[in-house]
């Protein structure tokens, strides 16, 4: 017989037998009396029987219902059981996993990722191969590394990418600085400012050189760096400002730093989940990938 009900038809059909009443029942499992009253008739509807006979002042159980509510309370106990074992050996496995990360994802996209995961995982250990997106892509080729966070290359036929978050390119600036007021700020006014920027072994700066090539800047940058981390440090530090990836960025809340809209154009880049084809991963890669996707992945 095919199943057309759910568990929480029969959380709500247990409720209504232990309570007798609708507007309990309801209560104690947080629904309007005619919500319940619906999945009771649905569950009833499925089963092709009814359950329960009903007055205006008691609910009680039909023979049948009587049946149903035995064998129904022992699939809830033994579906309960299995939920506290996979919760058991969650907290005892152990292990270890090892993601190949753009330094801009590692600083605050990652350690939210990895503690939310730790949460379920507590003894298993989690390795952060936190270099170029060049490295990040030749860490997962190469088996070196689980997975991988990078933003859209040109990628190996072997490697899948997995689009996860549409990041913008903002302008970092302290919070003192004379720009901090503004909403936005082009590029061209970004240019005539004192910036720091990326060297060209940055995948950030090649992208930047080929989305912004018809905009010539006014003056050079005052420093270079090679990371996205690195220049935030710098900003932090009042040298200059700074065109760095949103996700980059410490929250609102933070007490140096802030950050600009950067348009004309509004520059973008796909960030996302490479692995290599084929591979089979192991458990608990497997399942820190799914946090990330189930919470990330657009589609």
């Known amino acids: 017989m095919p ?48 359950l329960f006979d009903r007055t205006t002042r008691r609910v009680t159980l039909t023979l049948y219902g009587q049946t149903f509510a035995e064998r129904s309370d022992q699939l809830l106990m033994n579906f309960e059981l299995v939920l506290a074992d996979i919760n058991k050996a969650s907290q005892t496995r152990t292990g270890l996993v090892t993601v190949a990360t753009v330094p801009s994802a590692a600083y605050y996209f990652m350690p939210d990722v990895i503690r939310r995961f730790q949460a379920r995982y507590p003894r298993v250990r989690v390795k952060l191969i936190d270099s170029s997106v060049g490295n990040v892509i030749e860490a997962v080729t190469s088996g070196q590394a ?7 290359r040109s990628l190996q036929p072997n490697i899948e990418f997995l ?19 503004k909403k936005n700020l082009t590029w061209r006014q970004f240019y005539q400012q004192d910036y720091v ?10 992208l930047l050189d080929q ?5 010539i800047p006014e003056r050079p940058s ?3 760096t090679r990371h996205v981390t690195t220049l935030l440090g710098m900003v932090e530090a009042g040298i200059g400002i700074a065109a760095v990836p949103a996700m980059s960025m410490p929250s609102s809340e933070h007490s140096v730093l802030t950050h600009l809209q950067l348009t004309d154009p509004i520059v973008k880049r796909t960030v996302g989940l490479i692995k290599r084809s084929g591979r089979i991963q192991s458990y608990i ?3 820190l990938e799914k946090l990330i996707t189930e919470q990330y992945h657009s589609s």
């Not at 920027?197 to 090649?206: A, F, H, I, M, P």
Request: hydrophobic share 45%.
């Open 146 to 152: 689980d997975f991988g966070i990078c933003f859209a």
């Open 163 to 181: 689009p996860l978050i549409g990041d913008v390119y903002v302008a970092a600036c302290r919070r003192d600085h004379p720009i901090a007021s």
């Open 222 to 224: 005052v420093c270079e």
């Open 285 to 287: 890669a497997a399942e």
């Open 197 to 206: 920027g990326l060297d060209k072994t940055s995948g950030n700066r090649n």
């Open 211 to 215: 989305m912004l090539a018809h905009i």
């Open 3 to 50: 199943v057309n009900f759910d568990l929480n038809d029969l959380y709500a059909f247990r409720a209504l037998v232990e309570y007798g009443n609708f507007r309990l029942a309801a209560e104690s499992i947080c629904l309007s009396p005619s919500a319940l009253s619906r999945r009771i008739e649905k569950l009833e509807s499925a089963l092709g029987i009814k």
